[in-house]
């Protein structure tokens, strides 16, 4: 009888981003995919490779940005408007705990080396990671007649 070969296709990232209301507002979203390597083990129901192993990551994001919105004409008072937000999470499985850690810290090695977790008897370490920013900001002047003007930003 022959062997069963199954041939799973590479999936690719998709990364896709828009922009809305003439280039005031944006929208995004990326997936990282698995590598076919991932796909097979799991397909075959097989032993993972050895190392560290991303199953998933997934971010959106939004963002927008009013300009500048004059009141009571040309000489008005003006006022702007930003927002954003932005979420994600993923999936990871790991050797020893200090992949885990060096992976979860990023680039800003939030841990330094403060955690270590005995990876004696361990198999493989998984961690979630969920994420989000909002972010928000108005700024403008406002006219008080007679009494002078108030300004804000935050």
Known sequence: ???????IPA??????????????ADASISIESLTPTIQHAIATDSRFPPGTIKLGEITAGVSGDSGDLPFGGVTGPVVS???????????????????MLNDIAGTDSI???????????????????????????GSGA?????????????
């Open 1 to 7: 009888m022959p062997a069963l070969i199954i041939t």
């Open 81 to 99: 408007l930003r927002g954003s937000a932005k979420g994600g999470g993923g999936v990871g499985a790991y050797q020893t705990s200090v992949e």
């Open 111 to 137: 841990f330094d080396n403060s955690v270590a977790f005995p990876d004696h008897g361990t198999a493989r370490y998984l961690a979630l990671n969920w994420n989000y920013n909002i972010n928000a900001a």
């Open 142 to 154: 406002l006219a008080l007649g007679q009494v002078g003007q108030v300004k804000f930003g935050a």
């Open 11 to 24: 999936l690719a990232p998709i990364s896709k981003e828009k922009h809305f209301l003439d280039g005031k």
